[in-house]
């Protein structure tokens, strides 16, 4: 199963892989004597402990009867589920196209009063210009790929124009939020 890029549900399925490996490592085991007792490869416990496969329900059984701590099972299980869960659901928002995964945000960004974020480097995406987007391209704070890349300004406008979806028509309309003062060092954007 491919790695997701939704944050949660790696974050998730990387938080179940690291409590196996802490269950492990705490039992004295090493990955090829698990592997061994569970009676699968050894190529298999560390595709689990990195979050690259996910286990199942009698995956992490075995992996507890191994490690002594048959307790521990169930609360895993339940974990490795939700994560599971978080996956699925992402990939049946992305089945329908990303534009239509970005534009159904446009409701929760235009209703948007107060914005945080922090980064100690550049502006936050929502908050930036034409301008300042298209001088990190320039500049090379953006690193893009593909053919053509290294030619500045061939392809800012495109990469400018199609990065978020209806944002400009939202704020043309004055229906998006729009920014008045920051407050500067707190990361605080009124809007």
């Known amino acids: 199963m491919p790695i997701s890029p939704s944050s949660s549900a790696q974050a998730a399925r990387e938080n179940v892989a690291r409590r196996l490996r802490e269950l492990r490592q705490d039992a004295g085991l090493t990955a090829t004597q698990l592997a061994a007792q569970c009676g699968w490869h050894h190529a298999k416990t560390s595709r689990i402990e990195n979050a690259k496969t996910p286990p199942s329900a009698r995956d992490i059984r075995d992996w507890c009867e191994a490690c002594r701590a048959p307790g521990r099972a169930e609360d895993l299980i339940a974990a490795s589920r939700h994560a ?22 446009l409701e929760l960004y235009r209703s948007t009063r107060v914005f945080r974020v922090y ?6 995406g929502l908050v930036q210009t034409e ?19 290294d030619r500045e300004g061939d392809r800012c406008p495109g990469l400018i124009e199609g ?11 004055g229906s998006g939020p729009q920014l008045r003062a920051p407050s500067v ?4 954007f009124t809007l």
């Open 185 to 188: 060092g707190t990361g605080r």
């Open 163 to 173: 990065r978020r979806p209806g944002q400009h028509r939202g704020a043309a309309r």
């Open 131 to 149: 301008g300042y987007a298209a001088a990190l391209l320039r500049h090379g704070r953006v690193r893009r790929r593909g053919a053509g890349a």
């Open 119 to 124: 980064s100690p480097t550049l502006v936050p």
């Open 84 to 105: 599971e869960t978080l996956y699925t659901e992402w990939r049946r928002r992305v089945r329908t196209g990303l534009r239509q995964l970005q534009e159904s945000y």
